[in-house]
């Protein structure tokens, strides 16, 4: 649990720093040539590389995980995102080195994605096969938490440097410090995952697998449905994160606040979205994956109908309110999400199932969301009622296809008890897992 909840924190606190860099720094330092505006659209758009690269990722070391194990290629996943950091804190600006500036930024963006789109599954399978049956959800959400820990962990350490730093100090080097500080995590994450043992659920698995031959493409022909739904289901949750969290830093220092303000409260919203995934965790073990997805969504969808207006009144208690409000509800719903996408899939086609599904939502929803809200905003001269309607229809699909949907089966192939038959899940998981995996 530890090894899994830290290498998730580590992997998407370089994507959250990266995140608000492409926001607010790399505009000015390796899009400068261009007119201010096209500058911040060509920034979130080496931000979108790395998700475009997350399904490559995905089917790579979904492939491999599935056949070799989930715990060699965690090990290659920590590796690669340390050493893309690492390259973006030492990379030299556009007026030093000309256009290879950008060229070597997107590369490395391509080289984190890539590493992401395997590791975030991958922590969670780990996780949630090595737990108590009746406590996966919980257990698969604390992965979650990797997100808002490590958003709380990247702004809080963005607004201490740009509050005691110049603003030419923090654009010249300050913005460096957290790609670097990352690689001595990297050190104590790669001596972790040494440490960890391949799962139950796997090992036992591998004696389908020696008659099943399995990939992606494979995958894709027979459950291309399920990845389909699954895809759409978890829309309003990345959606509303990356538009909040990434375009929102934007918005926010062009609507009044200072870039440590706007820092500030995006730390406290992802520190109350911890909580958050916490109880969702423990609500989607009791109630089902499935209900706490939707609730979650619903959430977001309140959220996307006022959240501009709110943050245009140009209050900081309302909006540390507001932002909060999307956030929170957004991260309870992703609570559900590890179970419900680790449960649709056999173990054999697990990891690569899963990951497809999950790339797939960040690489159609996440990724262009930061470049589509700053798009339509600047195409409507600063009006953000495109950017909300789409916001809202997409939400709003989501949840008509998850009221359409079930909660799948156990890990193990059994039936699911929610409610006050949770309890009993796991006894009747235990010689399941002995027996054989059916499915």
């Known amino acids: 649990m530890v090894s899994g909840t830290f290498g998730s924190a580590l992997e998407w606190f370089d994507f959250a720093v990266y995140g608000a860099m492409s926001a607010t720094v790399f505009p000015a330092l390796f899009f400068n040539e261009m007119d201010p505006a096209i500058g911040l659209l060509a920034s979130f758009a080496t931000f979108g590389v790395g998700f475009f690269a997350r399904p490559l990722g995905g089917i790579v070391f979904g492939h491999l995980g599935d056949r070799i194990g989930r715990r060699k290629v965690l090990l290659t996943t920590f590796i690669s995102m340390g050493a893309g950091s690492l390259v973006i804190g030492l990379l030299p600006p556009y007026s030093a080195i000309g256009f290879v500036a950008p060229l070597l930024l997107v590369l490395m963006r391509f080289i984190q994605g890539f590493a992401l789109g395997g590791e975030a599954t991958g922590a969670q399978l780990m996780t949630m096969e090595h737990a108590p049956a009746d406590r996966r959800a919980f257990y698969g959400a604390l992965m979650a938490m990797g997100s808002p820990i490590s958003q709380v962990a990247a702004n809080a350490l963005l607004a201490l440097l740009s509050g005691v730093l110049s603003e030419e100090a923090f654009t010249s080097w300050g913005w460096r410090l957290p790609f670097l500080l990352s690689i001595l995590l990297v050190a104590v994450g790669i001596y972790m995952r040494l440490k960890v043992e391949e799962t139950p659920v796997f090992r036992e698995g591998m004696r389908e697998l020696a008659e099943k031959t399995t990939n992606p493409a494979v995958v894709l022909r027979t459950h291309w449905v399920t990845i389909a739904r699954l895809i759409l289901a978890f829309s309003p949750i990345v959606i509303t994160f990356y538009v909040v969290s990434v375009f929102g830093l934007s918005y926010l220092t062009q609507h009044g606040f200072t870039r440590s303000q706007t820092f500030t409260i995006i730390m406290i919203s992802n520190f109350l979205s911890v909580i958050a995934i916490w109880w969702g965790g423990r609500m989607a073990d009791l109630h089902g994956r499935r209900k706490i997805l939707m609730i979650g969504s619903i959430g977001t969808l309140v959220a996307a109908l006022v959240f501009f207006s709110v943050v245009d009144l140009g209050s900081f208690p309302l909006t540390l309110g507001m932002v909060s409000f999307a956030l929170v509800t957004a991260q309870f719903g992703n609570a559900g999400q590890g179970a419900l996408f680790a449960e649709a899939f056999p173990t054999h086609m697990r990891y690569t199932g899963s990951a497809l599904a999950l790339t797939g939502a960040n690489l159609i929803f996440a990724a ?72």
């Open 368 to 439: 262009p969301a930061p470049f589509l809200a700053s798009w339509l905003t600047s195409l409507s001269g600063g009006s953000t009622f495109a950017i909300t309607v789409f916001w809202v229809a997409v939400i709003a699909a989501a949840i008509i296809n998850m009221l359409l949907m079930g909660d799948g089966k156990t890990l193990e192939g059994g039936e699911h008890r929610f409610g006050r038959y949770a309890d009993a899940a796991e006894a009747d998981a235990e010689p399941a897992l002995k027996g054989a995996v059916r499915r």
